[in-house]
């Protein structure tokens, strides 16, 4: 989180990350790019519509539905999702 603040490279991915998360299909990679966006503080207000209709896609038989459904649960926390705490406040130790 902090330390990329002000890098431009950061800037312009995230840009390109709040462009693209309304178009992507894949539900992991929706997941990857709203715990990206909440970790900087720029999580879409229709992040939770976007999580909906990602669950509610038909996907391959993958046992328990793979990651899926863990990922997009852990999005679906918001800022309460452990990965965002770690990304911002760093790995116990």
Do not use: C, F, W
Not at 11 to 34: F, H, N, P, R
Not at 48 to 72: E, F, H, Q, V
Not at 78 to 90: F, N, Y
Request: no cysteine; charged share 20%; glycine share 8%.
């Amino acid at each position: 989180g902090q330390e990329t603040e002000g890098n431009p490279l950061v800037e312009k991915s995230l840009q390109y990350v709040e462009q693209t998360a309304d178009d992507t299909t894949a539900a992991a990679s929706l997941a990857y790019a709203l715990l990206g966006l909440t970790v900087h503080g720029r999580r879409p207000a229709k992040a939770d519509a976007l999580i909906t209709a990602a669950l509610a896609k038909p996907t391959i038989d993958m046992g328990a539905s793979g990651p899926r459904r863990p990922l997009l649960a852990l999005a679906a926390l918001g800022d309460k999702s452990p990965l965002v705490e770690m990304a911002r406040t760093g790995v116990p130790t």
